[in-house]
C-alpha cells in the first residue's frame, strides 16, 4: 500500500504541472485586471501605469511571468497580494484554518445525519418514514447552496427573533461576535447556518446513495446465505450488507470532498465567513493574479490528494482490491 502511495504520489507531479499552466494562462485570460481601476483613473498617467507594471512583473511576456511565479512556488513563495500588499502565504495561512472548520463541521454533521437515513430506509422501504426522507431528500438536492444560505438569513436572521431579547435567532454572518467573548459556544451559534446551508445538500445526496446501495446488496447470494444460518438481522445489515455497501460511498465521499470546499465559496461569501472561499472571491474581484493562482492550485492539490486517498482507503476497506 505504501508503494502504490508513492507511486501515485509521483504521477500526480506532471499532472500539477500540466494544471498550473493550464490554470496559469486562464487566469492571465481574464478580462480586466490588477490595473483596471489606475487605466480608469484620469489621474494616474501612462507613466506611473507603466512603472506600476514593472514593479508587479507584469511587463514581462506571459511565458518568464508563468516560470517566474512557478519557480517562486516551487521554493514556497507564492508571491505578494497586489490587492492587499500582503504576503500571499500568510494571508492563507490566516484563511485556511477557518474554512478547514466550516467544511469540516459540515462533514461530519453530513456523515452523522445522511448514514441513519440512509440505513434506516433501506431497511424500512416504502414505509412512512422512507417517504417522508425521500420527499427531503429530493426538496434538499433541488435547493441551489446559495438560495438556500440567503432563505436562511431571511427565516431565522430577519424574521425569527428571540422573543427575550428581542435579538435575532441566529447571526447572518461572521466567524465571531464583535466585541464579544470567543469561545467554543459563540463559534458553534455563528457555525448553525452556514453549515445548515452547505450539508442540506450532501446530506440528501449520501443518504439517497446509501439507501441504493444497501437494497442493491441485499439481494446478494451471501446476504440469503447469511439468513439461511440464522444470523440475526443486526448481523446482516451491519455486518455484511453495510460494509459492502458503504464501500462506493466512501469513494464518492473521498471525490466529493472538493466539491464541498467549493461549495463553501457561496457559503462564505453570502455569510461572511473569513475562509478561503470569501478569499478567492475577493481576489476574483479585483484580478488579484497571485491570491487567484495560489487559491487554485491549492484547490488541485486538494482534488488530486482526494483521488490518492480514495484509492487507499477502497483497499483498506476491501480486502480483495490488491495495489501491490
Not at 465571531?176 to 452556514?194: C, F, K, N, Q, Y
Not at 445538500?201 to 440464522?230: C, M, N, P, Q
Request: charged share 15%.
Amino acid at each position: 500500500m505504501a508503494n502504490y502511495a508513492l507511486r501515485r504520489v509521483f504521477q500526480s507531479i506532471p499532472i500539477l504541472f500540466i494544471l498550473s499552466i493550464l490554470l496559469f494562462a486562464m487566469v492571465r485570460a481574464a478580462p480586466g485586471g490588477p490595473l483596471s481601476t489606475a487605466y480608469r483613473n484620469p489621474n494616474v498617467t501612462k507613466e506611473q501605469i507603466e512603472l506600476l507594471k514593472k514593479q508587479l512583473g507584469l511587463d514581462q511576456p506571459l511565458p518568464v511571468q508563468y516560470v517566474r511565479w512557478l519557480g517562486d512556488m516551487l521554493q514556497g513563495d507564492m508571491g505578494d497580494s497586489i490587492k492587499f500588499r500582503r504576503p500571499v502565504s500568510e494571508m492563507i495561512a490566516e484563511r485556511i484554518p477557518n474554512t478547514l472548520v466550516l467544511v469540516g463541521v459540515s462533514f461530519l454533521v453530513t456523515l452523522i445525519i445522511a448514514l441513519p437515513v440512509g440505513i434506516i430506509s433501506a431497511r424500512k422501504p416504502y414505509s412512512f418514514f422512507d417517504y417522508a426522507a425521500t420527499t427531503l431528500t429530493f426538496i434538499g438536492q433541488s435547493v441551489p447552496v446559495f438560495w438556500l444560505g440567503l432563505a436562511l438569513i431571511l427565516v431565522f436572521y430577519v424574521a425569527i427573533q428571540n422573543p427575550a431579547t428581542g435579538a435575532p435567532l441566529f447571526p447572518a454572518g461572521g466567524m465571531r461576535t464583535i466585541g464579544g467573548e470567543r469561545s467554543l459556544a459563540d463559534l458553534a451559534w455563528h457555525l448553525v447556518l452556514p453549515v445548515t446551508a452547505l450539508s442540506v445538500g450532501w446530506i440528501a445526496w449520501y443518504s439517497r446513495f446509501l439507501r441504493s446501495s444497501l437494497l442493491d446488496v441485499l439481494h446478494e447470494d451471501y446476504i440469503r446465505t447469511a439468513r439461511a444460518k440464522g444470523a440475526s438481522d443486526r448481523i446482516v445489515y451491519y455486518k455484511h450488507a453495510l460494509r459492502n455497501a458503504i464501500l462506493p460511498l466512501v469513494t464518492l465521499i473521498a471525490l466529493d470532498l472538493p466539491s464541498l470546499f467549493a461549495g463553501a465559496l457561496f457559503i462564505e461569501t453570502i455569510f461572511a465567513w473569513p475562509g478561503m472561499g470569501r478569499l478567492f472571491w475577493d481576489a476574483a474581484r479585483g484580478r488579484d493574479y497571485p491570491v487567484l493562482l495560489a487559491v487554485v492550485m491549492i484547490d488541485a492539490v486538494i482534488i488530486i490528494s482526494c483521488n490518492i486517498l480514495a484509492d487507499i482507503f477502497y483497499g483498506i476497506l476491501d480486502p480483495r482490491v490488491k495495489y501491490d
